[in-house]
């Protein structure tokens, strides 16, 4: 009896051995966001434990899982936080090492798992997300009041380290609010705005840090304070922000796609489906225009919007973009939001829930970031990522109906769902 049960304990030992072997590294990825936030991506071809360490200035990511013959050694890296990334094969695990080109607090990195999608087919993925340190942190310990840029509300909100929770990825780009940064980024965006290329359509152009002195002088309204969360869609009012517009085009396509033109017609639809179900919709612009007006500085075109919310005294703020990335590869849905209520992060999950389970795409989660127009508004607000349009596949699918129409349903249903 003894023999069979030794027996029996030697052939699980072995099988589990084998399934432990079983895993295998197929392919490792990276992208840097518009906040520049590196993304490291591990495709596993089965379930595998993971640890993140830092060894001096170097991140290391190390995965349970033997290094597949294809996955090369080393890759370029194109980042403020990194030129290259190395991938080590240790026998039976393997170790992403990532020589950093500034150090981080432990606060700045966070690596989580993907499960494995039959219906999309893509495999098993370990995930790191490096924030840099100027996103999170300004110098020791000091607060930054650095604010949003103009029009947009999805490159450089304001930060402050109080608001920042470990092991959070902030969807954040800070910049010190210095005029040799400013004179520098005003650069950047009519260099990129004349290109309109695939060199110049993965990022963002415009990246103009706001002065707090110009915040001190703006025309703010504000609104009664007071906002209803349930009792069903009929009869609330809802403010939606169709991102960029006017002079800021937004992110732009390898074909010359401009994210305001994808990002009107959805709000658009949205509009419709919500007012068909008895709210009262408000838009932050109906046209391509600034909804500020022409020369605006930037806390004036942001603030605008979020006065659109507030003068309708609204239930709801939406605010609708397209993401982008240096890395073609990168795709899916995000929600971003700020606590400032109890509601804004049950909001955000409520629509965020309804596009990940409904599209092929990469479920990119709910984050908190401190973008102007959902932190300065009183009232629960998200900020939706409706996939990127870097990456070529869903690029022609947001330029679709088919995609428009039902990323429009799906956000109302999360809506619908919120207010249940």
């Not at 403020?80 to 170790?95: C, E, F, P, R």
């Not at 790191?128 to 000091?142: E, F, I, K, M, N």
């Not at 999805?154 to 990825?169: C, D, E, H, L, Q």
């Amino acid at each position: 009896m003894r023999k069979i049960f030794l027996l029996t304990l030697l052939a699980c030992c072995m099988l589990l051995g084998a399934v432990a072997q079983a895993a295998q590294i197929t392919d490792v990825k990276w992208g840097v966001n518009k906040a520049d936030v590196l993304r490291i991506v591990v495709d596993v071809t089965d379930t595998a434990g993971y640890a993140v360490d830092m060894e001096g200035d170097t991140l290391n990511l190390t995965v349970n899982a033997d290094k597949g013959a294809q996955v090369p050694h080393s890759k370029v890296v194109k980042s403020s936080l990194a030129d290259s990334l190395k991938i080590v094969d240790k026998g039976s695990y393997t170790v992403v090492r990532v020589p950093l080109k500034q150090r981080l607090l432990e606060k700045s990195y966070k690596a989580f798992v993907l499960k494995k999608d039959p219906a999309t087919g893509r495999p098993f993925r370990v995930v790191l997300d490096v924030t840099p340190r100027q996103a999170s942190y300004s110098g020791y310990g000091a607060a930054t009041t650095v604010v949003s840029n103009r029009p947009v509300v999805s490159n450089r909100p304001t930060k402050t380290n109080s608001s920042i929770k470990k092991n959070t990825v902030i969807k954040t780009s800070t910049a010190a609010d210095k005029k040799a940064d400013k004179k520098k980024s005003s650069s950047k965006k009519k260099n990129d705005n004349k290109k309109n290329t695939a060199a110049a359509k993965t990022e963002t152009t415009v990246n103009k840090p706001v002065n707090k002195s110009d915040t001190d002088k703006l025309a703010v309204i504000k609104g009664n304070g007071r906002f209803r969360t349930s009792g069903g869609l009929d009869g609330k009012i809802i403010t939606l922000d169709a991102g960029h517009g006017g002079s800021d085009p937004g992110a732009i396509g390898s074909d010359g796609t401009k994210e305001k033109n994808i990002t009107l017609p959805i709000t658009k639809m949205l509009k419709e489906i919500l007012e068909d179900k008895g709210a009262k919709v408000y838009m932050t612009r109906t046209t391509d225009v600034d909804v500020f007006g022409p020369n605006a500085s930037d806390a004036e075109e942001l603030q605008a919007r979020v006065n659109v919310g507030e003068k309708y005294n609204s239930d709801m703020f939406v605010s609708l973009h397209i993401n982008s990335s240096v890395n073609k590869n990168v795709g899916g849905f995000s929600t971003y939001y700020y606590p400032k209520t109890d509601n804004d992060l049950r909001l955000a999950k409520n629509i965020q829930n309804k596009l990940a389970a409904n599209f092929g795409v990469d479920d990119l989660g709910v984050r908190q970031a401190n973008f102007y127009v959902i932190k300065r508004i009183s009232m629960p607000a998200v900020l939706v990522e409706m996939c990127f349009i870097s990456n070529e596949k869903e690029l022609t699918l947001m330029k679709g109906q088919w995609f428009q129409k039902k990323t429009a349903r799906l956000i109302a249903e999360g809506i619908e769902k919120y207010f249940a």
